[in-house]
């Protein structure tokens, strides 16, 4: 009952942008944090950027002022603008929606493939 989708992944060329959607039904939306991962063959997952209920976000060191998270709660949907985009930004790209101090209550997505390449 509870979906994560996203979408907006693809292949792009090295300083190219792109712009990953996710779509969330079957939960409150407004009162989770919303996250982006990712993860590169053979690696762990890893925290790109999140953005609270509240609106505040944390943006990983990597990709800080190259990606901005945003969300809106109409639609229930989050945002990762991804711009200025490296080769080493190539990974499955995962929502995540998260109830704050309810640890039980986290939700992924299926992954959205970005590759960066010339």
């Known amino acids: 009952q509870v979906q994560l989708v996203e979408s907006g992944g693809g292949l792009v060329q090295p300083g190219g942008s792109l712009r990953l959607s996710c779509a969330a039904s079957?939960?409150?939306?407004?009162?989770?944090?919303m996250g982006w991962y990712r993860q590169a063959p053979g690696k762990q997952r890893e925290l790109v950027a999140s953005i609270t209920n509240s609106g505040g976000t944390n943006i990983a060191d990597s990709v800080k002022g190259r990606f901005t998270i945003s969300r809106d709660n109409a639609k229930n949907t989050v945002f990762l603008q991804m711009n200025s985009l490296k080769p080493e930004d190539t990974a499955v790209y995962y929502c995540?929606?998260?109830?704050?101090?309810?640890?039980?209550?986290?939700?992924w997505g299926q992954g959205t493939q970005v590759t960066v390449s010339s």
């Open positions: 079957g939960i409150i939306f407004r009162l989770y944090a």
């Open positions: 995540n929606a998260e109830r704050p101090y309810k640890l039980s209550l986290v939700y």
